[in-house]
């Protein structure tokens, strides 16, 4: 699952401001941008106070950016997503009654049987086990209905909630140039104990304008230093020897105490895969893989027939600590569940789209006889 989180905000972190009219942060260009970010995800999530306050519609109106979600397999519209503790949400929001894509409500325990009945006339019905909703259990749902890449719109609360998970793959932010300066005014996130702090800062990626707005993203996966190693994995991928069953794989394993150990796809004998030769190139040196961890230009494999233990499998098996990857296998061959695998196992899995065009280029041989090209799940 990629989630990705988006706010506009005031020069002081605001927002809104306290009056009864809903503040517009955003230029023409930012909006635009927001929208497009919209389109290229499975899901928007706002929570239950936004849907109340501003009754967004969040539906895809923009014949090239439906143009564009259709090509890629997709419904005009992405899926549509909110949580609510209480239930006490209105069926005749435009949240629910426009738009082609699927409604789902999260609903907390204390929601009552007449609130839920009444949404499950016009939205996909989630109970959850407690009053509180957890980010990470609401992800796993999502990712069970096949939903991989998730675009989180607000509000405050939700977006505090998810910042203090560590559940957030890119944030950006809009900044407007001006001040609120209300001190009862919303902030666009509230009093927590957030993973990101002095000593540790977040990556930022990209430093932009939209109009008169500043655009910064962040990457609060990964690091410079996990952006290069990813391209190392990725430039091995060139020295595979040509497959038309199999994909070119590079990979690099750095361990604990930072020794490096690279491999591609079928480097030493024809049906090894490229996370296979570096760990073993690691474990023929006598080097512990515990916390180690790997660099693959394609998700590591779950399913294969010519050994007993797929990548996924080896990668849990040996104790490494991270996977990061650019882009997903593509389903030309078999339907891959490696993240899913290695998520289940306990290990932290960072994924950079930002390469994967790169990643798949090396394969363009296998892909250009498939429509499967992907740069996320879904």
Not at 111 to 140: F, G, H, K, N
Not at 218 to 242: G, K, V
Not at 346 to 367: D, M, Q, S
Request: hydrophobic share 40%; proline share 5%; charged share 20%.
């Amino acid at each position: 699952m990629i989630v990705r989180a988006s706010a506009a905000i005031s020069l002081d972190g605001y927002l809104n401001d306290t009056s009864s009219q809903r503040l517009i942060l955003s230029s023409p260009e930012d909006w635009a941008e927001v929208k497009a970010a919209r389109a290229a995800c499975d899901a928007i999530l706002i929570g239950a106070e936004t849907l109340r306050q501003d009754d967004p519609a969040l539906v895809t109106r923009q014949a090239a950016l439906i143009a564009q979600r259709k090509a890629a397999g997709k419904t005009p519209d992405p899926v549509k997503v909110t949580v609510s503790r209480s239930g006490n949400l209105d069926p005749k929001a435009r949240f629910f009654t426009e738009g082609s894509g699927e409604k789902i409500v999260f609903l907390g325990a204390e929601a009552s049987e007449e609130s839920a009945s009444r949404l499950q006339a016009v939205a996909t019905v989630i109970r959850m086990p407690d009053t509180t909703i957890p980010p990470q259990l609401l992800l796993d749902q999502l990712e069970s209905r096949r939903i991989h890449s998730l675009f989180i719109e607000g509000g405050a609360q939700i977006l505090t909630q998810f910042l203090q998970q560590n559940a957030v793959d890119y944030l950006r932010l809009a900044i407007a140039p001006f001040f609120v300066g209300e001190a009862a005014a919303p902030r666009w996130v509230g009093e927590a104990q957030f993973p990101f702090h002095k000593g540790r800062r977040m990556h930022l990626l990209r430093c932009d304008r939209a109009g008169d707005m500043a655009v910064l993203e962040y990457a609060l996966r990964y690091t410079s230093e996990d952006y290069t190693r990813l391209e190392e994995a990725i430039a091995l991928a060139e020295n595979c020897p040509r497959s038309e069953t199999a994909y070119s794989v590079g990979a690099l394993v750095v361990t604990a105490d930072g020794q490096r150990f690279t491999g591609y796809s079928r480097e030493t004998a024809p049906t090894n895969h490229a996370e296979e030769e570096a760990i073993q190139k690691a474990l023929h040196a006598g080097c512990s893989l515990h916390g180690a961890t790997i660099y693959s230009s394609m998700e590591p494999c779950s399913t294969r027939k010519s050994k007993p233990l797929s990548c996924s499998a080896l990668i849990l098996h040996h104790g490494l600590q991270r996977v990061v990857f650019a882009t997903y296998e593509p389903s030309h061959f078999v339907q891959c569940c490696g993240e899913e695998l290695l998520k289940k196992g306990g290990i932290e899995v960072t994924v950079i789209p930002e390469l994967a065009a790169r990643a798949l280029a090396v394969n363009a041989h296998i892909l250009q006889k498939s429509d499967d090209i992907p740069t996320s799940k879904g």
